[in-house]
Every structure is written in structure tokens, then in C-alpha cells.
């Protein structure tokens, strides 16, 4: 652009109308695009499209003949300055002070990138606030847009704060999440978003009547309880889980006081304990270890790592002379944390639906108890018109149908009962326990003895 620039400036003060310039440059690609270059192949796709595209329509307006040639780049790096060709050593020379000159712009607190003006021949690029989108533009015009919104959804559910915010790599978090499996991403942000089908999900989207932990019964389990659950089974399939991940780690090559650190944080907080005094683990992790826990280490396990560990585990690599980044096994690390969490969703599963525990919590049983006392109670003063059709058939084959019409089919007849002032209506569960009546949504009430119609 500058070399260009320059000519079209010398033709101008000297008024040169015919001649030709041979122009040297060591990126090929970028040689061929301004020389060979036409505005209409070029998009703002391009890798800088805009400093292309002026190169290109200044390169249109110049009078000499351009001829372009490459030269090989840093070939300085196995022959000494003095024995290069000329063109060689010009490379060199341009490439020193290219880099002097960003660094001198780097250090200069009044020129900012983004304050250049553009370029009066350049394609015109799409800005978001204040950064203007050179690539990407998909990608990058989404995460302009959907970033602050997703920031300040996370800081309204108390995810995140406003002042922790900042040390979360969020760019590991987000390139784990483009490379995991679409199912594993879909119970990822289910799990973060708590629409995860715990207990106290299912009682609240009626789909089940009872919200108890399949494990130890408590009333209401929700991720927090799954993840603290004290029975001896949940405890055991979360070290399962625990063991599984720190071997995990171990693959990736992570720090091993790094792992130690990551394996008594998420003890500590799983006991509720207070965490340890940070002066216990090396000098070098303190700072990153205080940054997780204002993080959380909750929410460590589910992806928000704070940057520090990214930082020492780069540093780790390069004391053992690794090739691996941090960057790398940031990634990775937090796709390792979130099947941690899957393994121990999918242990509490198990105890729910391999057992028991499912007929029993979802409230089968007691809907099979109390629709076979209706079948033997038979239609008695409801109108067979409307009715008789809930009757027919066997009760074996009535009860093979799945929960969700059980729970109709008892819901109509109770109802109607009520409805139709029916001397058989039964008094069980149903009616008198609040959980199973709002379930299958009995349009009456128990109260003083009396049943009365239910105030909505
Ligand atoms: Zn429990």
C-alpha cells in the first residue's frame, strides 16, 4: 500500500505518464492479490479487505507498468546481511523497520488502531460500536452483537459478576464449545442454564408430582444438590467422576500442582467446606487460585476458567519444554470439567431410571393405585354419553399407556366426579395431598372436611 502510495505521489510531482517499476514484496499471496488484483473479485471476506482494496484501485490509477517479484523473506536468518543480493537486503532492512514503526504506534498513546482514517479508495467496513470488522464478519458481527447481551444475561442470573467478569477466558470457553459434540453442547448450556431436568424442574413443569433426590429423598433437588448430594451412592459416583477428569488432565499434561489444586477445590467445595489458606500451594498458583474462587469453582466446572491458569499452565509447558499451548489445553481442559459434570448428571440418572425410583418419583404408582380403584367404581352417576369410552376396554391394557395419559385419564374422571356431584368420588392421595393434586390439576379442594371447587 505504502510502496503504491508512494509512486502514485511521484507520478503526480513529476508528472510521469509512461515507465514501469518492479515492486518486490515476500508475502506471494499479497502480491498477487494488489498486482493481479481486480476490486470486483475482492469482498470484505478478504483477510484486510480494506487496505487490499485501496492497493488495488491506487495500483488502477498509476501510469507505469507495475511488475511484480517475490522475495523470499528473513534470508538473513542463514546468510550474513553483507553477502545477500540487494533486493534481499532491502527485504530485511523493510521488515526491521516495519517492525520499529509498530512498535513505536504500540507504544504511542494517541494513535489507536481503530482511530486511522480510512483509506479514501478503500472498501467501506462494517464497525460495532467501536471496532471495525476486518474478517470473520459472520462470526465477528455475532459476537459483537450477542457478547454485551449474553454478559449481562449471566450478570442479572448472578453467574458472573461485573467485577470478575474480565478475568474469565472466555475465548477457551468459546472454542471448547464450537469443538464438543452437538449433543454435549445442548446439555451444557441446559445444565447452565438450570433447564436441566432436576426434581425441582420436573415438579414445576408438571411433569412430575414428586421433586425428591432419587438418591437420598430430599424434597427439591436441583443442580446444587446434585452436585453436593450426601448419600454414599451420589458421593461415590461424584469421586468416580472426579477420578475420571483428574485422569483427563493428566493426559493433557497439566501442571501437576495445578491438578492437585483443581482436585482439593472442588473437594473443599463439594463438603462445604472452608476453602484451605492459598500460602499452601506453590507461590506461582496463588493469584490464579484466588481469581477462580471469586470465579466460583462451581462455575469453574462448567467452563468459566479464569485466565491466570491459562497463563501458568503456558508457562508450565515452557519449563518442561513442551510444544503444547495454554491456550490449547484451555480448551480441552474445560471440554474434560464439563464431562466431569455430564458423568455425575448421568450417575443420578442412572438411580433415577434404572431403578425404583422413577415409578415412585413420578408418581406411577400412585396413579395406577388410584385409576384402578376408579375402574372398579365404574361410571356410576357420570353420563355414560361422555364416559363410557374411559371404561371400556381392560384395566391390564389401560395401564400399559405412558404417565402423561394415566395422569389425563384420572384427571378427566376426578373432575368429573366432582363435577357431576358423584357419590363415589374417592378421597385418596389425589385429593388430599397438595403435590399429587396439582398434578393431574383437580379442579376442587379439600377444606374443613368439605370439597369445594378450587379458587384459581
Ligand atoms: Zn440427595
Redesign the pocket.
Known amino acids: 500500500m505504502a510502496i503504491v502510495t508512494q509512486l502514485a505521489i511521484l507520478e503526480d510531482k513529476f508528472g510521469i505518464t509512461q515507465g514501469s517499476c518492479v515492486i518486490g514484496c515476500d508475502g506471494m499471496e499479497a502480491l498477487r492479490m494488489a498486482t493481479h488484483g481486480n476490486r470486483d473479485w475482492l469482498s470484505v471476506t478478504n483477510k484486510q479487505s480494506d487496505m487490499l482494496s485501496a492497493t488495488v484501485a491506487t495500483v488502477d490509477t498509476l501510469s507505469v507498468t507495475i511488475t511484480p517479484l517475490h522475495i523470499k523473506g528473513h534470508q538473513d536468518d542463514h546468510v550474513q546481511y553483507n553477502d545477500l543480493d540487494r533486493l534481499a537486503r532491502m527485504n530485511v532492512d523493510m521488515d526491521r523497520l516495519a517492525k520499529e514503526t509498530l512498535h513505536h504506534l504500540a507504544q504511542s498513546p494517541t494513535i489507536l488502531h481503530d482511530d486511522y482514517d480510512r483509506h479514501p479508495l478503500s472498501f467501506i467496513l462494517p464497525r460495532v460500536d467501536k471496532t471495525t470488522v476486518h474478517q470473520n464478519m459472520k462470526d465477528e458481527l455475532y459476537n459483537s452483537i450477542m457478547a454485551p447481551k449474553l454478559l449481562s444475561y449471566w450478570i442479572e442470573k448472578k453467574r458472573i459478576t461485573n467485577g470478575n467478569q474480565s478475568n474469565i477466558c472466555w475465548q477457551s470457553q468459546q472454542k471448547a464449545n464450537r469443538l464438543a459434540p452437538s449433543g454435549f453442547r445442548r446439555f451444557i448450556s441446559k445444565w447452565t442454564s438450570n433447564m436441566i431436568a432436576s426434581g425441582h424442574n420436573m415438579k414445576k413443569w408438571k411433569m412430575r408430582p414428586y421433586s425428591?433426590?432419587?438418591?437420598?429423598?430430599?424434597e427439591d433437588?436441583d443442580r446444587n444438590?446434585?452436585l453436593?448430594?450426601?448419600?454414599v451412592e451420589?458421593i461415590s459416583g461424584w469421586n468416580d467422576a472426579l477420578s475420571t477428569y483428574i485422569s483427563n488432565l493428566v493426559k493433557l499434561d497439566t501442571c501437576p500442582y495445578l491438578i492437585a489444586a483443581i482436585q482439593i477445590e472442588l473437594q473443599t467445595e463439594r463438603r462445604g467446606e472452608t476453602p484451605i489458606v492459598v500460602n499452601r500451594y506453590p507461590l506461582q498458583l496463588h493469584s490464579a487460585i484466588v481469581a477462580q474462587r471469586q470465579i466460583g469453582w462451581r462455575s469453574f466446572t462448567e467452563g468459566l476458567l479464569c485466565k491466570e491458569f491459562v497463563t501458568y499452565q503456558s508457562n508450565y509447558y515452557k519449563d518442561v519444554q513442551s510444544m503444547r499451548t495454554g491456550k490449547a489445553w484451555a480448551h480441552k481442559a474445560i471440554r474434560k470439567s464439563w464431562q466431569f459434570l455430564f458423568h455425575v448428571w448421568e450417575n443420578r440418572n442412572n438411580k433415577l431410571h434404572q431403578t425404583d425410583k422413577i415409578r415412585e418419583l413420578g408418581g406411577r404408582r400412585d396413579l395406577i393405585a388410584s385409576i384402578t380403584s376408579e375402574r372398579n367404581i365404574g361410571l356410576h352417576s357420570l353420563p355414560p354419553h361422555d364416559f363410557s369410552s374411559y371404561f371400556s376396554g381392560s384395566n391390564e391394557e389401560l395401564l400399559k399407556q405412558n404417565t402423561e395419559f394415566l395422569r389425563m385419564w384420572l384427571s378427566v374422571i376426578r373432575n368429573a366426579r366432582f363435577l357431576h356431584k358423584d357419590q363415589s368420588l374417592l378421597i385418596d392421595n389425589f385429593v388430599t395431598n397438595e403435590t399429587l393434586r396439582k398434578w393431574i390439576d383437580l379442579c376442587f379442594e379439600q377444606k374443613d372436611g368439605q370439597l369445594i371447587e378450587r379458587q384459581q
Open positions: 425428591n433426590c432419587p438418591f437420598c429423598n430430599t433437588e444438590h446434585i453436593v448430594c450426601q448419600h451420589a
